[in-house]
T-cell receptor, first 117, second 109 residues
């Protein structure tokens, strides 16, 4: 199946710093990528839809100035958590949409665990 | 707005069947199903786009009742590898996407 990578897999940072997470589709081009976050033992939450060459679409309640998304190429989307605070600590997951065929299929990255001290 | 899944948790013996339900308070445009193993990213299982649609592979399938704003995931002849947390994801007609509350499935030998 298609492969999506995320980097870094884990990051620990101090409060107030910014953290960039990369999401790459390794063997296919993805015009659309998604960013999710998941708190421990809770459901996934869609944060935003990232479209190559255009601005990301954010879900209600997600601060776009806090969570900057850049989809600069067909294989790379980045999420930058700006001025991170402890409440931003979470598991961040991206997925890339492989379009074509009867239906589109999402492939998920392995996730990035962010801990803000 | 978050879809409610039932049951919250289920334990099966290998070979048994299970049904997981996902119910929304909003009119739905599509329903997605995912399985997540502990500590891992979720795996996309399938998407249903039309009311009345049923799809899936042999042993894992799903249906979408648009009028009732519900979807059900059917697991037949369960295998140990089916263990995990199952989430539905729903897109409503207001273009909002929410994941369900999750169902923990444990298959034991």
């Amino acid at each position: 199946g298609a492969v999506v990578s995320q980097h870094p897999s884990r990051v620990i940072c101090k409060s107030g710093t910014s953290v960039k997470i990369e999401c790459r589709s390794l063997d296919f081009q993805a015009t659309t990528m998604f960013w999710y976050r998941q708190f421990p033992k809770q459901s996934l939450m869609l944060m935003a839809t990232s479209n190559e060459g255009s601005k990301a679409t954010y879900e209600q309640g997600v601060e776009k100035d806090k969570f900057l998304i850049n989809h600069a190429s067909l294989t790379l989307s980045t999420l930058t958590v700006t001025s991170a605070h402890p409440e931003d600590s979470s598991f961040y997951i991206c997925s890339a949409l492989l379009a074509g065929g009867p239906t589109d299929t999402q492939y998920f990255g392995p996730g990035t665990r962010l801990t803000v001290l | 707005q978050q879809p409610v899944q039932s049951p919250q948790a289920v334990i099966l013996r290998e070979g048994e069947d299970a049904v997981i339900n996902c119910s929304s308070s909003k009119a739905l445009y599509s329903v997605h199903w995912y399985r997540q193993k502990h500590g891992e990213a979720p795996v996309f299982l399938m998407i249903l786009l039309k009311g009345g649609e049923q799809k899936g592979h042999e042993k894992i399938s799903a249906s979408f009742n648009e009028k009732k704003q519900q979807s059900s995931l059917y697991l037949t002849a369960s295998q140990l590898s089916y263990s995990g947390t199952y989430f539905c994801g729903t897109e409503n007609t207001g273009n909002q996407f929410y994941f369900g509350t999750g169902t923990s499935l444990t298959v034991i030998p």
